[in-house]
């Protein structure tokens, strides 16, 4: 009985740690003339290190024209209120 309690918890949690995301902040600039933006992506999967992040995150920017300066933070947690009005449309957007 206890095998199959702990077998049912197991497979519910299971899909939700999988589930879990990788909220980062980041700054980034466009030159000419000087532009700066605070931003929110999400990765999938657990987040890696500040270096991968930085390079999964590079191309994206690029794509939009912009450079990153640097990541801010990196969470598995969502972002609260405060932090996505902080982005505005670059929360989410790259």
């Given at each position: 009985?206890?095998?199959?309690?702990?077998?049912?918890?197991?497979?519910?949690?299971?899909?939700?740690?999988?589930?879990?995301?990788?909220?980062?902040?980041?700054?980034?600039?466009?030159?000419s003339p000087?532009?700066?933006?605070?931003?929110?992506v999400?990765?999938?999967?657990?987040?890696?290190?500040?270096?991968?992040v930085?390079?999964?995150?590079?191309?994206?920017?690029?794509?939009?024209?912009?450079?990153?300066?640097?990541?801010?933070?990196?969470s598995?947690d969502?972002?609260g209120q405060?932090?996505?009005?902080?982005a505005?449309?670059?929360?989410?957007?790259?």
């Amino acid at each position: 009985m206890k095998h199959a309690i702990l077998i049912a918890l197991l497979a519910l949690g299971v899909p939700a740690a999988a589930q879990a995301d990788c909220w980062v902040e980041y700054k980034a600039k466009q030159d000419s003339p000087l532009r700066l933006h605070y931003g929110i992506v999400r990765l999938p999967g657990v987040c890696p290190d500040m270096a991968a992040v930085a390079a999964q995150l590079r191309p994206r920017l690029s794509s939009g024209g912009w450079q990153l300066l640097n990541v801010v933070r990196l969470s598995q947690d969502a972002p609260g209120q405060k932090q996505r009005a902080n982005a505005g449309e670059y929360y989410l957007r790259y």
